[in-house]
């Protein structure tokens, strides 16, 4: 069993909290209106009226063009082989600003060879990462470079399509493997479509920081499941938040 957990140590789980790249519409650039605007024809419902720029809010956060990266959540396994305790430690990037937060991601990603893994990560968190990265001029980190690398090159792994098992049609919400594999939820205060509203109108860093660590461990045990491994496991949480 020591060497499944020690091949553990390499894997980086990790989630993302995104919002609009603004509170409103009306405070984007106005390059960024219009591209906006254009973008807004695109996602609303056919035939639907709506007035310009109404959907920013709700809707904004998810595209990396005009959103940003508002805390980035990690946590990766570690086996105490004296006392055979399995460690999951975690730590969250989550500051004022988003070059900063962004910052202390990558270096955290220059340490190792990491194996990063994420629930819908290979759509969302991983490209999404990527782009705000380059957005705020952080050279990008070698293990979100997948530029001229051949599948096997690329340590990305991800849950949902892990799950899919070739079946390229069909979308798993992590809420729901979780419910089926007996793992706890991470919604116990938000979710992922109150982030925008927590940060801009609750001022609640702190609990989009506190959801994003737990969605974190959720994916780390969904991982765990799909290795076989007893779902009454003993693992020590360790937030490195707090030392």
Aim: charged content about 30%; overall charge negative; some cysteine.
């Amino acid at each position: 069993m020591a060497h499944i957990f020690n091949a553990l140590e390499n894997i980086l789980f990790l989630d993302i909290e995104t919002a609009s790249l603004e509170k409103d519409f009306s405070e984007l650039p106005e390059r960024l209106k219009a591209e906006w605007l254009k973008k807004e024809n695109h996602i609303k419902a056919k035939d639907e009226e709506i007035e310009p720029g109404s959907l920013f809010f709700q809707r904004a956060g998810i595209y990396a063009e005009f959103g940003k990266v508002l805390c980035v959540g990690v946590g990766y396994f570690h086996f105490q082989e004296e006392s055979m305790q399995l460690e999951f430690r975690t730590k969250s990037f989550c500051e004022e600003n988003e070059y900063d937060t962004l910052a202390g991601f990558v270096e955290l990603l220059e340490k190792k060879p990491w194996i990063l893994c994420a629930h819908n990560g290979k759509e969302f968190d991983f490209p999404y990462l990527s782009r705000r990265i380059l957005v705020n001029r952080i050279p990008l980190p070698e293990p979100l470079q997948i530029a001229g690398k051949k599948p096997w090159e690329v340590r990305h792994l991800d849950t949902l399509e892990l799950w899919k098992f070739g079946d390229y049609k069909h979308y798993t919400r992590l809420e729901l493997l979780a419910a089926i594999l007996d793992i706890p939820t991470s919604k116990e205060s938000i979710d992922g479509s109150q982030v925008n509203e927590a940060y801009y109108l609750q001022d609640n860093l702190q609990g989009i920081r506190e959801y994003c660590l737990r969605d974190v461990w959720v994916t780390a045990q969904v991982y765990l499941a799909f290795q076989g491994l007893p779902p009454d496991m003993e693992v020590e949480i360790i937030n490195r938040d707090e030392d």
